[in-house]
């Protein structure tokens, strides 16, 4: 596997690489689209119509595990491999086949999705693809981990079109996405509000401070801040102020709170997953089997026929056929790269968090992505690519975006759930701070307020608890 480390992404900014991570940010259904389209422009390229080991190709004469690439485990360790079937198709029932229920509902938009809906209108069809690549790059709070030139490297863009999809990516909501830090994130948002408020001063002071004291502000040293812009520290006072209550630095955490959370699925809208987990029809109690689906039947490959007809070529064609070979040398280990990690992610996934996968929401272990990275060897954006747009069936028949597996907040909102689907009397964000030191949780007011909020749980004052049933007779 290759190694993309801070230090030698740079040297490794090659068509492999980019090509690799185009694809790995895909979901199975745009997989399948480029697949086939990459089938059709090179007839280099072939679908062997068989059923095989998407890793070692040999043929398979049952669903399932591939009997030579699955060694034994032990309960802890999932057994992880690629299936040469599709997803399931919509519609289809699956409960006598996988324990599933016939249908189950989407998992919520996430961040990217909702990002490239509002940007639909806008953007050029060619510039569809460099955002798709940027949004999977983002870390946790909407930031950039790569900066402008790496991105315009590593897809092979002119930095012209890199700066026009990060300035459109940046002025959607949640503002500031696609920046390169709080500070950034900040002046984005401003310029959007002074878009609707010309004529406020207190904008221009805010923007000044972010701009030239933007340590002092986070130090709330704002004597220093008054005597360097020369301003009252009362018009000091009511910018911070003004900051506070309008502009968020992390423009990610915004779309999952205070209001922003993301948007709920249509119950009515049904897709399929990514990757399967379910128990072992051998063994219930053992090892978790994980079914990474293939977006097609089949296993692809540089067609023998036309490699030989290649070799043999006249001058005239040679060197096209030649470029239609490399291309197609090219997408298939790419996709075989993209096939390994995606492997070594989810056998690191389930092997750390059984318990999440088997008990629900509040077992799940804090995890991020760079340590998971660490792990594999890879750089923290590979993993953020591998992630995205991905979504995962459980053994209970829930399908889940496999984001939710980095959710460090799952399990507190649950416990926040809990305490309220409990109470007797509505409690107010203070009394569940609380309850909740009593479980050796201790988190401020105001996270338990924005935890509440994802849920779609009101506030004390708007919460109603229904008499109890002996009481209505």
């Avoid at 003004?242 to 119950?267: C, E, K, M, T, V």
């Avoid at 409990?422 to 609380?434: L, N």
Wanted: glycine share 4%; charged share 25%.
């Amino acid at each position: 596997m290759f190694q993309i480390q801070d230090q030698s992404l740079r040297p490794l900014a090659t068509a492999h690489l980019a090509q690799t991570m185009s694809l790995l940010v895909l979901s199975n259904q745009d997989l399948r689209e480029e697949i086939l389209h990459e089938i059709s422009s090179n007839p280099a390229l072939e679908i062997v119509d068989e059923s095989v080991c998407p890793s070692c190709h040999r043929p398979l004469r049952s669903p399932g595990p591939c009997p030579a690439c699955s060694a034994a485990r032990s309960q802890d360790e999932p057994i992880v491999f690629l299936s040469p079937r599709e997803s399931f198709a919509p519609g289809r029932s699956r409960s006598s086949e996988d324990g599933l229920a016939d249908q189950e509902p989407a998992a919520p938009e996430d961040l990217s999705l909702s990002v490239l809906r509002q940007l639909a209108a806008d953007i050029r069809p060619e510039d569809r693809k460099l955002a798709v690549y940027i949004l999977s790059s983002l870390d946790d709070n909407g930031f950039l981990q790569d900066p402008p030139v790496m991105l315009a490297r590593l897809t092979r863009s002119p930095m012209e079109q890199v700066t026009r999809v990060l300035d459109l990516i940046s002025h959607t909501d949640p503002p500031g996405l696609a920046t390169s830090g709080p500070r950034d994130a900040l002046l984005v948002q401003l310029d959007l509000i002074q878009q609707e408020e010309p004529e406020n001063l207190i904008i221009g002071y805010a923007r000044q401070i972010i701009l030239t004291l933007f340590s002092e502000l986070g130090k709330k040293d704002y004597e220093t801040i008054s005597r360097k812009l020369k301003i009252s520290l009362q018009k000091v006072r009511t910018a911070v102020q003004f900051i506070h209550d309008n502009l968020n630095p992390y423009p990610a955490s915004a779309y999952w709170g205070s209001g922003r959370q993301a948007i709920a699925a249509d119950p009515n809208i049904y897709h399929t997953p990514d990757i399967l987990i379910s128990h072992n029809p051998v063994d219930p109690e053992g090892a978790l089997v994980v079914e990474i689906f293939a977006p097609i039947y089949g296993w692809l490959r540089v067609n023998p026929l036309f490699r030989k007809a290649a070799a043999s070529a006249e001058d005239s064609k040679s060197d096209a056929w030649g470029k239609h070979l490399d291309r197609a040398n090219l997408f298939v280990k790419c996709m075989q790269q993209r096939n390994n990690t995606m492997r070594q992610l989810m056998e690191i996934l389930v092997g750390k968090q059984r318990n999440f996968i088997l008990r629900g929401d509040r077992e799940l272990s804090p995890m991020t992505r760079a340590a998971i990275a660490e792990e594999i060897g890879v750089h923290e954006s590979t993993i953020s690519r591998a992630v995205s747009s991905k979504s995962v069936a459980l053994p209970d028949g829930r399908i889940i975006p496999l984001s939710r597996f980095f959710d460090r907040s799952l399990s507190v909102r649950d416990r926040i759930k809990d305490i309220v689907r409990k109470e007797t009397k509505p409690y107010t964000d203070e009394q569940i701070v609380e309850l909740l030191r009593k479980q050796n949780i201790s988190i401020a007011r105001r996270t338990v307020a924005k935890y509440r909020s994802i849920e779609g749980i009101l506030p004390a004052r708007l919460r109603h608890k229904k008499a109890p049933a002996a009481a209505r007779v």
